[in-house]
């Protein structure tokens, strides 16, 4: 398996323009979740899906982001418009439908807002 | 506020000693999980202990969970320079109705091995 894949690997934007971030999560898992990472706040979830239907979304910051789910094999993060305190490391992780299966992480798409 | 929380946050240690991580909470969990995370890299899953365990293995690996003081360590043996990275512990919950608990991420110990 391919793992999870996120693209792109690197995102460098101007304030105020719109970022898509996207993510293919293994085959066969139910759950995606996208966190966000920076050094001030570590690890914070931002929105999960189960079975593409968003179930928790209160990690997301304010209404400038936005996730969709379209498929099971697809998912979108938007910031739109972006701002320089949105800069960080994005990841998606997927698992299977048991709450004890462990996360398996994309390697992350870093976010630059100047 | 993050529910796991891991001490030390940096540890610096010579090729082939040992590596002890501690991480505490502050809820009740069904489980807690150990991730390492290296430089550009996402997060890889090390290790899922159960609340009803109290001690794992894999490899090198030791965890042990204390949930009467909502605590758990890491233990790394003969460790490596390749063992050089940040190590996260991650206490899953349930939420409400679903099936699904989320997992909440303590801030890490950055682990130097050197060689």
């Known amino acids: 398996d391919a793992g999870v894949i996120q693209s792109p690997r690197h995102e460098v934007t101007e304030m105020g323009q719109e970022v898509t971030l996207r993510c293919k999560p293994i085959?066969?898992?139910?759950?995606l979740f996208w966190y966000r990472q920076t050094m001030m706040r570590g690890l914070e979830l931002l929105i999960y899906f189960n079975n593409n239907v968003p179930i928790d979304d209160s990690g997301m910051p304010e209404d400038r982001f936005s996730a969709k789910m379209p498929n099971a094999s697809f998912s979108t993060l938007k910031i739109q418009p972006s701002e320089p305190r949105d800069s960080a490391v994005y990841f998606c992780a997927s698992s299977q439908a048991d709450y004890n299966s462990p996360l398996h992480f994309g390697n992350g798409t870093r976010l630059t807002v100047t | 506020s993050q529910q796991g929380e891991e001490d030390p946050q940096a540890l610096s240690i010579q090729e082939g000693e040992n590596a002890t991580m501690n991480c505490s909470y502050k809820t009740s969990i069904n489980n807690l999980q150990w991730y390492r995370q290296n430089s550009g890299r996402g997060l890889v899953h090390l290790i899922l202990i159960r609340s009803n365990e109290r001690e794992k293995h894999s490899g090198r690996l030791r965890v042990t969970l204390d949930t009467s003081k909502k605590s758990s360590s890491l233990l790394i043996t003969a460790s490596r320079a390749a063992d050089t990275a940040s190590y996260f512990c991650a206490t899953g919950h349930n939420a409400g109705g679903t099936s699904y608990g989320k997992l909440t991420f303590g801030q890490g110990t950055i682990l130097t091995v050197h060689p």
């Open positions: 085959s066969g898992h139910d759950y």
